[in-house]
């Protein structure tokens, strides 16, 4: 990932609501990381939108560099903060509840 900024302060887009990108806070307070939460106001979506990759929230920001897609960013930060297993089989069973997770959500 280049142009991640290392010791770079992770900032956080996301709308004020509890759903996909609530998961990306959780996890940011329980390794208590020093982040910023920056709010995107539902009026102002649409002239921010196309600034985030594929047009999509939550978006972890650090430096320049931008991530998208929260199951991506949460075994990103699970593995940079020491929450996704080494083990492959401890692995498949985080990886399914995050699956089974974005099947809920997509109901």
């Known amino acids: 990932l280049k142009n991640m900024q290392e010791g770079s302060k992770i ?4 709308f004020p609501v ?3 990108g609530h998961s990306i806070r959780l996890l940011l307070h ?3 990381v020093d982040f910023e939460d ?3 106001p539902f009026a ?5 939108k196309w600034t985030f990759e594929f047009g999509k929230v939550p978006v972890i920001q650090m430096g320049e560099k931008k991530l998208g897609e929260q199951r991506a960013i949460l075994r990103y930060l699970g593995k940079k903060y020491g929450y996704y297993p080494e083990d ?3 692995a498949y069973e985080v ?3 995050l699956d089974a ?3 809920y959500y997509a109901q």
Do not use: P, Q, V
């Not at 102002?44 to 921010?48: A, I």
């Open 95 to 97: 990886d399914s509840l």
């Open 18 to 20: 509890i759903c996909r």
């Open 38 to 40: 920056k709010e995107i």
């Open 101 to 103: 997770m974005e099947d």
């Open 44 to 48: 102002k979506w649409g002239e921010l």
């Open 30 to 32: 329980h390794a208590k």
């Open 11 to 14: 900032i956080l887009h996301y």
């Open 88 to 90: 492959t089989e401890e």
